[in-house]
C-alpha cells in the first residue's frame, strides 16, 4: 500500500473530518508514516492585487461540477488585499454564457473551462473585455502563456507545507537513505 500519508489543508478544514482521516488511515494503511500539511497560497506579484479591482479565473471544473464556490485565485484576491472582486458575467461570450447559465452558483467568478481553440477565445475576450485593473490566474496552467491577457495579470501558487513532524522532507531523506538512493533532496522535493 503506502509507506506514508500526507493529510493536506489542515489549516483549513473541520478537526473532526482529520480526526474521522486519521482513523481510517489508521484501517487501512496502519504501518503508513502521516505527515500532517497545509497549502498556503502565493502570487507571483501581490502589488498586481493589492487595492486593484480584479477579475478572478478559476479552475472550470472545479467551479461547476466540482461544486466548490471559491478557489485559489479567490482566497489570493481577499489575501493580497483586493479591494473588489470584478462580476464577469456582463462581460462573457460564446461558451462562457452557457456554462453560467447551466452552473448560475459560480457567482463573480470567471471559469476556465477548457483549453480548445473557441474555450480559449471566449476565455481571452471574456477577459480583456471586462472592467477591471487585473486579473489573479487562481488555474492550473498559466494563461497568460495560451491567451493574450492585455491586463496586468498575476498567477496563484500553492505550496505544500508540512505541519509538525515528521515533515515530508525527513520522510524523503530517510526512503532515500533507506534505499541507499543518491539524489538531493532538493531535486525530489523542488
Excluded at 487562481?138 to 508540512?162: A, E
Amino acid at each position: 500500500m503506502a509507506d506514508a500519508v500526507i493529510i493536506n489543508k489542515i489549516d483549513s478544514a473541520e478537526p473532526k473530518d482529520i480526526d474521522k482521516l486519521r482513523k481510517v488511515i489508521a484501517q487501512v494503511v496502519p504501518a503508513a508514516t502521516v505527515i500532517d500539511a497545509a497549502s498556503p497560497i502565493s502570487v507571483a506579484d501581490p502589488s498586481v492585487i493589492r487595492n486593484k479591482k480584479v477579475l478572478v479565473v478559476e479552475d472550470g471544473p472545479t467551479l461547476t461540477h466540482g461544486g466548490m464556490k471559491l478557489g485559489a485565485g479567490t482566497l489570493a484576491a481577499e489575501k493580497f488585499g483586493a479591494s473588489e472582486i470584478v462580476d464577469p458575467r456582463p462581460y462573457l461570450v460564446g461558451q462562457l454564457k452557457d456554462t453560467f447559465e447551466t452552473y448560475p452558483e459560480i457567482g463573480k467568478l470567471l471559469p476556465a473551462m477548457g483549453y480548445g481553440d473557441d474555450q480559449l477565445r471566449d476565455l481571452e475576450v471574456t477577459i480583456n473585455s471586462c472592467d477591471c485593473d487585473a486579473i489573479v490566474i487562481g488555474t492550473p496552467i498559466d494563461l497568460s502563456r495560451v491567451i493574450n491577457i492585455r491586463k496586468p495579470s498575476t498567477r496563484v501558487f500553492y505550496n505544500l507545507q508540512s505541519i509538525g513532524e515528521p515533515s515530508l522532507e525527513k520522510v524523503i531523506e530517510e526512503f532515500l537513505v533507506k534505499r541507499n538512493i543518491q539524489i538531493g533532496l532538493e531535486e525530489v522535493v523542488h
